[in-house]
């Protein structure tokens, strides 16, 4: 089981990587550098919340862009080119094959971020002029970022199982951003009545809470995210990805791949 | 114990807008194929060939009956072990090399490392493809995936290998190619289940062949027989035109070129018709008996609007 995982995990990664996924640390990196000329313009203190800000907030949309837009077709495409006509006649179940799709682009994503967030403490080091002590509590809001791409991974891949990579894509997309609002969500049930508030309170809990993983703007102004707060956020996004998943699964093991 | 036992084996495809209209695209089929026999799967387009392998290998569920290969149910993962199967017109991951894929489908049949170097080394220079190195398969013309593809398909030595359309789409040479892979993989003594509707490939390679239409089995027959069977009819030649109304009567089709007459008769009438051309003088140039073809058998199995029964 495991060297069959591991196989379509791996194949998995070398194909995002030899799609040259990559290339978008390049376009990273000029982004930031594009921003260089901004930063210099504002005084030292906002200088580095704007780094910190424009850096994880693109750790983060650039990692969702890279989900959804090799997600949709982890499955689809498989589908579609026939590849996985050779895969399943092998001796491998169809729940190990798409829990090595998922494992394939979270590992491919957590590649990226982690370039990422290398070249994201080399631009702090290059226009702050070196780190603080604080500065470790960044590496905590990277850390939320990949469970919500642990999260996101899941979607994605659920919706391959069922739809075309377009409708896919747009799914993922307003789930997404939904997510993100998710709290906002909450706050509307609370004023809310009757069935809208019902409506509003389940939406609210069904749609993944990518409100809660956000602790960009705290660790901008170097707030502490306390150890609570990161083993809920650990618990949720496991227990999400894992109900999500096995729920592409189960869909997945009744398929009828024409 | 047959290699592959097939009962009862159907499949309906939910059509229309509500999906509520049924359309079958195979009929119960029963199906019985022998070890180390190498048996065509023959069939016009849209037969129901490739619906069947996609039942065997799992790729779709089936809407009734069940099917055994090596004794145990098609879908149980130790049966997948011991069988290979190449799709028609496969596409394999572009952005791999010939032998980093046959080491991902090696991994994923369970091949350790060390097995899995020396099969690769093997298999490529069986399939004339040893020089291709780190090539990646996008650069690779259609007869050198589908040799890749058969290579996929036996890289774990399996017992019985499947084929869907093996030679579609390929060119004389590949053509030419890939039927000496499976000449040779059957050589070795390897069950080959190969769907084609192609039929001088299903005459050279298989031992016998089952004809499907329109999702119906609608014969199974031994090449050998077609080959050795006695002549129903024979093509008789001769010159002397003059002597074709002495003996109209004999003949089921006549063609008359100058004075070189071409005329069909029954086996049965070839003496009196010898006898009668003797008597009128003409001079004899052939008598060459008619045999069965393949596609003889093929045409009227698959004109036959009903369904006849037949003997497995």
């Given at each position: 089981m495991t060297a069959r995982l591991s196989a379509i995990t791996l194949n998995t990664f070398r194909e995002a990587i030899r799609d040259r996924i990559l290339y978008n640390l390049v376009l990273f990196v000029l982004f930031l550098l594009a921003s260089a000329p901004l930063f210099s313009q504002i005084s030292i203190g906002l200088e580095k919340q704007m780094l910190v800000n424009v850096g994880l907030s693109s750790i983060s949309l650039f990692g969702v862009i890279i989900a959804i837009f090799i997600g949709i077709g982890l499955v689809s495409k498989e589908i579609e080119k026939k590849t996985l006509y050779t895969i399943l006649s092998r001796p491998v179940r169809r729940w190990e094959f798409i829990a090595g799709k998922y494992f394939g682009l979270l590992l491919t994503l957590a590649v990226n971020a982690a370039l990422m967030t290398v070249g994201f403490y080399g631009a702090l080091l290059i226009f702050i002029h070196g780190l603080k002590r604080a500065d470790a509590m960044l590496l905590v809001a990277v850390y939320f970022i990949l469970l919500q791409f642990m999260m996101m991974v899941a979607l994605t891949l659920l919706f391959s199982t069922f739809s075309s990579p377009i409708f896919s894509a747009i799914f993922a997309f307003a789930l997404f951003v939904i997510g993100t609002f998710g709290e906002d969500l909450k706050n509307f049930a609370a004023i809310s009545q009757g069935a809208m508030k019902w409506l509003a309170m389940a939406t609210a809990y069904i749609v993944p809470n990518f409100a809660s993983l956000n602790v960009i703007s705290r660790v901008v102004h170097e707030q502490n995210v306390g150890g609570n707060l990161i083993i809920f956020n650990t618990l949720y996004a496991l227990l999400y990805s894992v109900a999500i998943t096995a729920a592409a699964v189960l869909i997945f093991e009744r398929r009828n791949l024409k | 114990m047959h290699a592959i036992e097939i009962e009862d084996l159907s499949k309906d495809y939910a059509v229309g807008f509500w999906k509520k209209r049924l359309r079958p695209a195979l009929k119960p089929l029963n199906l019985n194929v022998e070890a180390g026999e190498t048996f065509g799967f023959l069939g016009p387009n849209g037969a129901g060939k490739t619906t069947t392998l996609k039942l065997l290998m799992g790729i779709i569920f089936p809407t009734s009956g069940s099917a055994k290969i090596l004794g145990k149910d098609c879908l149980d993962p130790e049966v997948k072990q011991k069988i290979g199967f190449l799709p028609e017109q496969p596409y394999f991951y572009d952005y791999l090399s010939a032998p980093e894929l046959l080491d991902y489908y090696g991994r994923l049949s369970g091949m350790s490392a060390t097995e899995r170097k020396e099969r690769i080394v093997k298999l490529l220079d069986r399939v004339g493809?040893?020089?291709?190195?780190?090539?990646?398969?996008?650069?690779?013309s259609k007869g050198m995936l589908q040799r890749v593809g058969i290579a996929q398909a036996i890289i774990h030595d399996p017992q019985v290998v499947f084929l869907d359309e093996p030679m579609s789409g390929l060119d004389p040479v590949g053509r030419y190619e890939v039927r000496e892979l499976i000449q040779a993989l059957k050589d070795e003594g390897k069950t080959i289940f190969f769907s084609t509707h192609i039929l001088s490939d299903a005459e050279a390679l298989c031992d016998r062949v089952a004809v499907i239409h329109k999702g119906e089995l609608r014969g199974v027959g031994v090449v050998n027989d077609f080959r050795s069977s006695i002549a129903e009819q024979t093509e008789v030649i001769w010159l002397s035109?003059?002597?074709?109304a002495a003996v109209t009567n004999l003949l089921t089709d006549t063609h008359v070129t100058g004075d070189t007459v071409r005329g069909t008769v029954k086996s049965a009438d070839l003496d009196r018709l010898l006898e009668k051309l003797r008597q009128q003088g003409a001079r004899l140039i052939s008598v060459t008996p008619i045999h069965r073809t393949l596609e003889d058998y093929f045409m009227s199995k698959t004109r036959e609007e009903t369904k006849e029964t037949v003997s497995l």
């Open positions: - | 493809l040893s020089d291709v190195g780190s090539k990646h398969l996008r650069k690779f035109a003059g002597a074709l």
